[in-house]
Structure formats: structure tokens, C-alpha cells
């Protein structure tokens, strides 16, 4: 049936994750993107890592445009004429002093849908503190949650409010573009990292607005409770217990053999620890193998904690195609693949990201430009750094 957003087109001005990885998500459902990037280095990604590149940025199309320059501001608002979607990442007023800003847009296509990804959202008395995700997450409580009791917090591998901003810029945006098609009308977006991780803290929030309020290494999320927790095992591995329902919990106490711990699953204070502690002792004596031979077959929410290249070649990762692969000029690129799965929906695959400008041409072509005319604009300097 192929993609759900084939001919969508989207102009993308963000750099590094939230926005690219919002426009992957747009992109791998079939939307067109084309990256405009300033002429000198492009998206910040390219110097980082090339695998991290083409991972956020496969079925892109790149267009270098200097939007300080007047002749390239003037060929991206012709783009615009064009297009379904804008999206920014600057900080707040960065594109109105560019003078590509949701109403200069919106005078050459009014049907424009633009969104704005920032770290505080496009007012507030943080508007213009520069942050990146770990500096969005400790102010959200998200870092301040994430250790043990009385020790420092641990910095999480994952980039949340990059990651969380994207996606709920993507939500956004083809929300906007359902809405268009009754009211044939565009609209602007503010999408903030800083609300994105409030709204990701829904489980602690609504406990502690409650007035149930607890620590690092308390809640339920974070090593609390007997039942939702990690436990280390004779071979120096892990295995999580995510035993949230009583008949769960009740049938793993009774497989171990710990009966009495039956009643302490959502245990706190010192009931939790000495629990916790008894279950840790346990577990120490057969290694995470054993313990999900025993617990596994019952159907229990037990898993292995695995690392991550052990996690994408599991037998279930395998079969769901996790990793894709591309090949390019001999050599083999293997990326997380698109998680969004239909059984009328095309899969996009693995690509590479494009190469500075790659698509200059083809894109202002495709805007009935000719060669003299793109000629005039490379003269004005607006291709240049």
C-alpha cells in the first residue's frame, strides 16, 4: 500500500536530535524531507558520528542555504511556497531575525504548518537559557529520580527530552496536518523539550500531586518496591522482576519458594529493604540463565537485562526486524529500524544520510527553477558559508 505520509513534503532547519529524529520518524513513514543546512558544516550530527548521522537522517534529501545571506533567505521562503511542513530547532527569535519565522512564512503559504522545538518553549522567563537533554531532564525531576537512596543521581544512556521533544513534534505535526484537511487551514507549534519530560513524568507526578511524595531509589520506577526491581545473580548479570500484578507476584514467590514475601510486594521503608534484600540473597545463587529457565516458562514478567548488541540479536528482535541493513561503496551500515508496523504499510529501510548539498539541484529544479537562475542564486553567495 506504501507509505501513509507519501507526498507530505517537509523543510527541516534543525540540527543534532530532537528535530532530525522527529523528521526521521516523519521520513521513514514516507514523508519527503529536505534538510536546510548552513553551507559551512551543515547539521552539527555530521562531525559527531556518520552512523549517528545516518541513523536520524536515511531518506533525506540536503540543501545548503545560507539564510543570512538575502538571496538565500528569498530561495527558502520559495521552498516554502512549496511545502507542507517547517520545522525549527533554533533558540526562541533566531528565525524572526533570519527573517524565516512562522509569519513570513505564512505570507507566501497559508496553508503552512511550522514548529518550533526548543529546550523552554518560545516564552517564559527561561525562553533563551541554552540546555541541552541532561540539563532539561534535572530540571523536570527526571535526573533527581534516577539513583539510589542517598547517593548521586546516575546520568540515564538514553537522550529522553531530545527523544520525547521529536516525538511529540511528530504527533504534532501530523495532527495539524489532519486538522488541515477539514479546516484548510495552517498553524503554528511550540514544542518545548522542558513540558515534553513533564509530560513523560505522568506515573511520579500524579503520585506526589496526590501527596504521596518519596526519594531517589523510593518510588515504584526507581527500586522501591520488592516487585519492580533488578536483581543481580550468581554470574554477575541481572535479571528485572516487573511483577505489578498480585497473581504475578504471588506465582513468583511461589516458584522461589518465598511464600511469606507474597504480601510485602509493594513494601516500603525498612519492610522494602529487608525484603529486598532476601530476594537479593537468592537470586545470587544461580545465574541469570538458571533463574529464567525456572521463571520464564510460567509466563511471569521476568526478563534478562541484556546489553544492547546482545538485545538486537535476540530471537524476538530478530523476528520483528529491529535492524535493518544498506551497503554502500562495500561497506555495510546496520540501523534501529522504523518502529511503526502495519500489515499495509511498507517498511522504509536502512539509507545514508546525504551529503552536504547533495540535492541543491534537484530540489530547486523541482520548483521549476532553471539552470540560469540557479546559476544567479550560486553568484549572490547564497550556497555560500
Not at 533558540?91 to 497559508?110: A, H, I, M, S
Request: with cysteine; glycine share 10%.
Amino acid at each position: 500500500m506504501g507509505l501513509m505520509l507519501e507526498g507530505v513534503r517537509i523543510l527541516d532547519l534543525s540540527m543534532n536530535l530532537p528535530g532530525p529524529y522527529c523528521t526521521m520518524l516523519l521520513s521513514d513513514l514516507g514523508a519527503d524531507v529536505i534538510k536546510i543546512e548552513e553551507p559551512r558544516m551543515g547539521d552539527q550530527a555530521r562531525i559527531l558520528s556518520q552512523s549517528f548521522f545516518s541513523q536520524l537522517n536515511r531518506g533525506k534529501r540536503s540543501v545548503k542555504l545560507n539564510l543570512k545571506n538575502n538571496a538565500g533567505r528569498e530561495a527558502f521562503l520559495s521552498l516554502a511556497q512549496n511545502c507542507d511542513v517547517i520545522l525549527e530547532s533554533f533558540r526562541p527569535g533566531v528565525v524572526k531575525r533570519l527573517g524565516v519565522d512562522y509569519d513570513e512564512v505564512k505570507k507566501v503559504n497559508e496553508r503552512i504548518i511550522y514548529c518550533s522545538i526548543s529546550g523552554f518553549g518560545q516564552d517564559g522567563p527561561w525562553r533563551d537559557v541554552p540546555a541541552h537533554d541532561l540539563n532539561i531532564i534535572s530540571m523536570t525531576g527526571i535526573q533527581y529520580m534516577n539513583g539510589v537512596k542517598g547517593g548521586s543521581p546516575a546520568l540515564p544512556p538514553v537522550l529522553i527530552a531530545d527523544t520525547s521533544s521529536g516525538t511529540l513534534a511528530a504527533l504534532a505535526i501530523v495532527s495539524a496536518l489532519w486538522q488541515r484537511t477539514a479546516k484548510n487551514k495552517g498553524q503554528y507549534l511550540d514544542i518545548s523539550m522542558y513540558e515534553s519530560c513533564f509530560s513523560w513524568q505522568h506515573f511520579n507526578a500524579s503520585l506526589h500531586l496526590a501527596g504521596v511524595e518519596y526519594g531517589a531509589g523510593e518510588g515504584m520506577l526507581s527500586g522501591g518496591v520488592p516487585c519492580y526491581n533488578l536483581y543481580q545473580t550468581a554470574d554477575g548479570k541481572n535479571i528485572s522482576i516487573g511483577a505489578v500484578e498480585p497473581h504475578f507476584w504471588e506465582a513468583i514467590c511461589r516458584l522461589i519458594h518465598k511464600e511469606h514475601l507474597v504480601d510485602m510486594q509493594f513494601a516500603v521503608g525498612e519492610e522494602a529493604l529487608r525484603a529486598k534484600n532476601e530476594l537479593r540473597e537468592l537470586f545470587l545463587t544461580k545465574t541469570a540463565g538458571q533463574w529464567m529457565e525456572i521463571l520464564g516458562p510460567a509466563g511471569l514478567c521476568v526478563a534478562p537485562v541484556l546489553p544492547l548488541m546482545e538485545s538486537v540479536e535476540h530471537p524476538q528482535a530478530r523476528h520483528r526486524n529491529v535492524l535493518v541493513s544498506a551497503e554502500l561503496e562495500g561497506v555495510k551500515l546496520r540501523q534501529i529500524n522504523c518502529p511503526i508496523k502495519g500489515r499495509e504499510l511498507d517498511q522504509p529501510g536502512a539509507g545514508y544520510g546525504p551529503g552536504l548539498g547533495d540535492h541543491n539541484a534537484e530540489v530547486f529544479r523541482e520548483i521549476g527553477m532553471d539552470q540560469v537562475e540557479m546559476e544567479k542564486l550560486k553568484e549572490s553567495g547564497a550556497f555560500n558559508p
